[in-house]
T-cell receptor, first 111, second 116 residues
Framework: GQNIDQPTEMTATEGAIVQINCTYQ??????LFWYQQHAGEAPTFLSY????GLEEKGRFSSFLSRSKGYSYLLLKELQMKDSASYLC????????????FGKGTKLSVIP | GAVVSQHPSWVICKSGTSVKIECRSLDFQATTMFWYRQFPKQSLMLMATSNEGSKATYEQGVEKDKFLINHASLTLSTLTVTSAHPEDSSFYICSARVTEGNEKLFFGSGTQLSVL
């Protein structure tokens, strides 16, 4: 089966940097995704990694190490609007390319 | 990016009634759509994969006779919660994949279902 772990909650200060970790176990790995979800809303796509390394997109960056089954999402220059849940999701060929989501990390940005 | 429209956004119904949720791809054809359910403070849980022109594939533990999925066209999939009960109250979200292996899923805005 698949197992995805990420911290339940994190708190960070406005203007700071925060790193949200995600570890996973899966067969037939075919990509890792990060989504942002505000309460009561649908997730929005943030990033996608399928090869090892860092993908940078503005204030958000995502890193992947396939050998370690590990990814992180890095948020820089935190803003209050970044308060949301961040979902790590893994795509697997063994599950017909479907995404399996982690439970999400609720990030609270404080002044 | 591609747009997926889902409605209604929220619905309140009496126990025992049926509720239909629609998911439309507005500017692309979606051969595959996914239906998720999310309970408070929980992650998205895949319920079923909806394929245009064929029967949906349900995840283990999801009752196919209770959650009816119809994907009659390349732009529309519907989820009908039949004989709804309070434990069915949840946030239901659909998503669509443009092409096989495409790295992005496009999500609908979700439907909050409350069964009294």
């Amino acid at each position: 089966g698949q197992n995805i772990d990420q911290p339940t909650e994190m708190t960070a200060t406005e203007g700071a940097i925060v790193q949200i970790n995600c570890t996973y176990q899966t067969s037939g790995f075919n990509g890792l995704f990060w989504y942002q979800q505000h309460a009561g809303e649908a997730p929005t796509f943030l990033s996608y990694n399928v090869l090892d390394g860092l993908e940078e997109k503005g204030r958000f960056s995502s890193f992947l190490s396939r050998s370690k089954g590990y990814s992180y999402l890095l948020l820089k220059e935190l803003q209050m609007k970044d308060s949301a849940s961040y979902l790590c999701a893994v795509r697997s060929t063994s599950r017909s390319y479907q995404l399996t989501f982690g439970k999400g990390t609720k990030l609270s940005v404080i002044p | 990016g591609a747009v997926v429209s889902q409605h209604p956004s929220w619905v309140i119904c009496k126990s025992g009634t049926s509720v239909k949720i629609e998911c439309r791809s507005l500017d692309f054809q979606a051969t595959t759509m996914f239906w998720y359910r999310q309970f408070p403070k929980q992650s998205l849980m895949l319920m079923a994969t909806s394929n245009e022109g064929s029967k949906a594939t349900y995840e283990q533990g999801v009752e196919k006779d209770k959650f009816l999925i119809n994907h009659a066209s390349l732009t529309l999939s519907t989820l009908t919660v039949t004989s709804a009960h309070p434990e069915d109250s949840s946030f239901y979200i659909c998503s669509a994949r443009v092409t096989e292996g495409n790295e992005k899923l496009f999500f609908g805005s979700g439907t909050q279902l409350s069964v009294l």
